[in-house]
Structure formats: structure tokens, C-alpha cells
């Protein structure tokens, strides 16, 4: 069969999928193997994939050996005391219940025997326990392989402690009473298919599923590196709210800024090194990004039954009241300094870094769209359409690079006539010949967002060109100065947030196909930002 079968495309990069053959199905537990190549290059995940292709057809050729060496001697102890603690409470349940239990001649039988299999090794008598218990967690051993012999000691030893109990438990001269054992926090009864996961392992199946941007990806495996610094890389089901709380505490203590050569150091270490160190710790918002990533991997473990309960649900730093605003819009006094007076627009310069004309373009286009910076500056040339004599922009996820917040942002935005004035059209045809297929090719990055160093620029130039010192003024100040100019021109609500893409948030909104264009041109074409003059475009080479 050709290696195109096992290689897939998709929106996060390239992976690896090829089918469990039906005999080998059961003891792997899994019907297809699937791994990310983490790449998005073509040449690449072919080369991968090669490589790949011979591990894995190793794998699925040799029986047995997907679990060698995968029990350990610590998971193997931890398997046995659950099940010991389970059969005392068995015991414990009988007696209340007034049912027969083994007689004492019995019990000290078998615990003689017992220890002599424990001495000696002898796990064949046990075979019976072993193999239900290897069943009950389908772990998939193969008989008398060393991981079964293995977890076979630990269960004798395990039998012969539980035996020894009821033998004191039916002594008269025992005086402690029996009780009920509660399970460990975190232990087996949050485990629901018996499968043992590490969170490791756990967001290496959450990315492969698919369905998610590349930056989240990216974002959430860092904040689990951190948390598997802080706690160890645990199986998913031993993670405590107390181990969720921690995390969150330490987070706190995270500066906001972490200079790049100390990127590399543990959280434990970050922590230590700026203890006594004056400097901001991150905000609320970055804090329980951190805990979100943790949530999001934990909630698709319950629905993939690995747990019964996310522990990580509900656990937050509380944001800001809401009385304090954490963004504000744009005055005229501020618009006239973005526009009239900073040297983009008065000199026409286009400093390194900002992306060429879309230093021009961008903040105009927020202006008079209410868009988000992302979505300006994912735009196509292809995006920028026209439809009853409106020229719009088509604000969508169609390709591998572009991402949308959510649903509702995917929307049409009338060009406003204020832009056209400006020379929107004479750059877009510009550029259209210049063979260009994005609006501003030049906004790219080489890790993350695509508008990372832009976002980076215009916030440093809103500061020290323009004079505006307000940190809850940013880019995404424009966003809320057009949403104020929307309420200024009376524009209904349901109108504007059709124009911002904000869900209104009612069952009506599933209905119908929206506004036309046409109505949500006249709306747009209604706002205005009295006493701004904005010089008009002209092209530097």
C-alpha cells in the first residue's frame, strides 16, 4: 500500500494514521494509531511518516511488544493495593450485611499458602486473580510475560495482606474495629475504562483528534509543560484539585514578562529566581489560560473515559471588578494624534517592522470596520469581494493559516465610503497586480499569530509616537471606538454586532441567513468621527 494512504492533511499540520489489525485490536486497546508529524511542510511529514511507517509495523509484528516494559514496578504495587482495598471493603459490606464469610480454618489456610507463593514466587495458583484483574484494567499482557509476572507478585502480596486483615477481623481478641477504607484521592474510582494515562500522553491525544489551531496547540502544551514541571507527570486520574490549586498559586508568582534566557528554566526555578525580585506577576487572564489548558485536556479525558470528574473545573483567579474597565475607546484628541499628527500618515513613513502599507491600512480598516487585528490582516486579496454595487470584506477561516474567536465572527463588513475616498480601492488593485494573494503580505510572524510583531509595533508607536499613555488604550481600542460610533449613529444592536460579529446571544439568531449586504452598507456607511482628517493614501516604494 503507498505511504500517501498513512499521511493526512489537516488545519494543525500533517499525521500519521494507520489501521490496528482486527487481532491485535484488543490487547492495544485502540482500533488506529495516529501520531502528529508536527509539521506543516509536505517534504517533511512524507520523510516522518517513512520513518514512522517501520516503527510502527515493528510494533504491530511483534506480538506483545506494545506492552513490554510499559507496567512499572510502582503502577504495579498501586494496582494491587486497590484491589486489596476493594476486597476488604467487600469483607466489610458482608459482615455488616449479616452474610457468611470465610471460616477461620480457611482464611489461615489460605494465607499459609499464600506466603509460601509470595516466598517462592509461585504465581501459576493465582493465574485466575492475576488475568481477572489485567482483564478489569484491560492492560493487555501477555501471559507469563515479565510485566504479567510482574503485577502477579505485587497482586500475591497484595492477597496475602488482605487475608492477614480478615484473620484479625475475626479474632475476638482484636479489639480495633473494621471499618470502611475510603479510596485514595485521585485513585481508581475516578477511573472509569481502568486505562492509566499520563497527561503526557493525554494532550498527545487531545492535539491528535484534530479540529484545533496550531497556536492553541502550541499554547496549551506550554502551560501543561509547566504543570508537569510543578507536579510531575502524572497519570491523569492521581491529579487532586489540591494539585490544581497549587498550580494556580505558583502561577501567581510568574513574572509577567519572562526575559527569553530564563524561558528555559523549570517553574520551580522561575519561581525561586524572582522571589525576592520587584517586578509585575501576570494577570488574572494569563493565569487562567494556564488552568483552561489544564481543563480543556482533563474535560476530554471524562469524555473519553478516562474520569469520571474534571478537578480542574471551577478553579480561577477572580478577574477585575467590573466597575474597572480594562479597555478603553479612542477620544477625538486620540484620533486626531493616531491620524493627523504621527508620521505614518503625516510623512507617510513605513518603518521596519510594521509591515509596509498595512501600517496605513490596518488602523484605518479598524476604524471603520470594528474588525480585530487578527482578522485584518489574515485578509485575501479573494476576500475583499463585491455584491449589489457594495464592496465588503468576507471575514471567514477558509485556509490553513486564518482563525476566527468563534462563530460568530465569521461575517461580511461593508467597505466604508471613507475608506474608499482614501484610496482603498486603487491599493487593493495595486497590489491584486502585483501577484499578491494576501492584503498585507508583509504581517507575518515566525511563531504564533501572524500579527505578533505588528501588534507588537503599533502598540510601541500608540505609546512613544503618539503620545497616548493609557495602557487600557491598545489596538483593540479601535474595536470599542467603533462600537460607540455605531450607538452614536443609532444603529440597532443586532445590526451592529452582525458588523463586529458579536453573538446577540438569542435562539432567533439561528434563523434566517442575516442582513443583506445592502442594509449593512447603509449602516456602516452612517458612522462618522466628527473633525477627524485622515491624509489619503499614496504608495511608497
Not at 87 to 114: C, H, I, K, M, Y
Not at 235 to 254: E, L, S
Request: with cysteine; charged share 30%.
Amino acid at each position: 500500500m503507498p505511504l500517501s494512504h498513512y499521511v493526512q492533511r489537516r488545519r494543525s499540520g500533517y499525521y500519521y494514521r494507520q489501521r490496528v489489525p482486527k487481532l491485535r485490536q484488543q490487547q492495544l486497546g485502540k482500533h488506529e494509531i495516529v501520531v502528529s508529524l508536527r509539521t506543516m511542510c509536505p517534504k517533511a511529514a512524507w520523510y516522518r511518516a517513512a520513518q514512522l511507517y517501520v516503527s510502527v509495523n515493528e510494533i504491530l509484528d511483534t506480538p506483545g511488544s506494545m506492552s513490554q516494559h510499559h507496567l512499572t514496578h510502582q503502577l504495579a504495587a498501586q494496582i494491587a493495593e486497590r484491589w486489596k482495598r476493594r476486597a476488604l471493603n467487600e469483607d466489610f459490606d458482608q459482615r455488616l450485611a449479616g452474610q457468611p464469610t470465610r471460616t477461620d480454618s480457611d482464611v489461615t489456610r489460605d494465607l499459609q499458602s499464600t506466603l509460601e507463593d509470595l516466598q517462592r514466587v509461585r504465581l501459576e495458583p493465582h493465574k485466575g486473580l492475576i488475568d481477572t484483574v489485567i482483564s478489569e484494567h484491560r492492560l493487555g499482557l501477555a501471559s507469563e510475560s515479565e510485566d504479567w509476572r510482574r503485577l502477579g507478585y505485587y497482586l500475591v502480596k497484595a492477597s496475602s495482606e488482605f487475608l492477614h486483615e480478615v484473620q484479625k477481623r475475626s479474632d475476638p481478641d482484636h479489639l480495633a474495629p473494621m471499618s470502611y477504607i475510603p479510596p485514595e484521592q485521585g485513585e481508581q474510582d475516578t477511573v472509569v475504562s481502568g486505562t492509566w494515562l499520563k497527561l503526557s500522553e493525554a494532550i498527545d491525544r487531545w492535539e491528535q483528534e484534530g479540529g484545533r489551531r496550531a497556536l492553541t496547540v502550541k499554547e496549551w502544551r506550554y502551560r501543561i509543560k509547566r504543570f508537569i514541571e510543578l507536579k510531575g507527570d502524572r497519570y491523569v486520574h492521581q491529579i487532586t484539585t489540591d494539585d490544581i490549586r497549587d498550580f494556580k498559586d505558583a502561577y501567581k508568582q510568574m513574572p509577567a514578562k519572562l526575559p527569553q534566557k530564563d524561558r528555559q528554566r523549570s517553574l520551580p526555578q522561575i519561581i525561586e529566581r524572582y522571589a525576592d525580585c520587584d517586578v509585575d506577576r501576570l494577570k488574572p487572564n494569563s493565569i487562567n489560560n494556564g488552568l483552561s489548558a489544564l481543563s480543556s485536556v482533563l474535560s476530554w479525558c471524562v469524555e473519553n473515559r478516562y474520569l469520571k470528574e474534571n478537578v480542574a473545573l471551577g478553579i480561577r483567579v477572580p478577574r477585575p471588578k467590573k466597575g474597572v474597565r480594562r479597555r478603553l475607546p479612542y477620544d477625538a484628541n486620540d484620533l486626531a494624534a493616531i491620524f493627523e499628527q504621527s508620521p505614518i500618515y503625516q510623512l507617510g513613513q513605513r518603518p521596519h517592522g510594521c509591515g509596509g502599507e498595512a501600517s496605513y491600512w490596518i488602523p484605518v480598516m479598524a476604524l471603520y470596520t470594528g474588525a480585530r487585528l487578527e482578522e485584518i490582516a489574515q485578509l485575501t486579496i479573494d476576500d475583499v469581494r463585491r455584491e449589489a454595487g457594495w464592496l465588503y470584506l468576507d471575514i471567514n477561516d477558509e485556509g490553513e493559516k486564518k482563525f476566527l474567536k468563534n462563530a460568530s465572527s465569521k461575517r461580511r463588513v461593508p467597505v466604508h465610503p471613507r475608506m474608499i475616498e482614501l484610496g482603498f480601492d486603487r491599493f487593493l488593485k495595486l497590489f491584486g497586480q502585483q501577484g499578491h494573494e494576501d492584503l498585507f503580505p508583509n504581517v507575518q510572524s515566525a511563531t504564533g499569530k501572524r500579527t505578533a510583531a505588528f501588534s507588537k509595533w503599533i502598540n510601541r508607536h500608540l505609546r512613544i509616537e503618539c503620545g497616548i499613555r493609557d495602557p487600557r488604550k491598545v489596538f483593540h481600542s479601535f474595536r470599542h471606538t467603533f462600537k460607540d460610533a455605531c450607538r452614536e449613529a443609532g444603529i440597532a444592536r443586532d445590526l451592529h454586532n452582525a458588523l463586529t460579529g458579536h453573538a446577540t446571544g438569542g435562539v432567533d439568531q439561528e434563523y434566517g441567513l442575516g442582513f443583506s449586504i445592502k442594509t449593512l452598507g447603509h449602516a456602516i456607511g452612517s458612522i462618522h468621527y466628527e473633525g477627524l482628517s485622515i491624509p489619503a493614501w499614496r504608495h511608497r516604494r
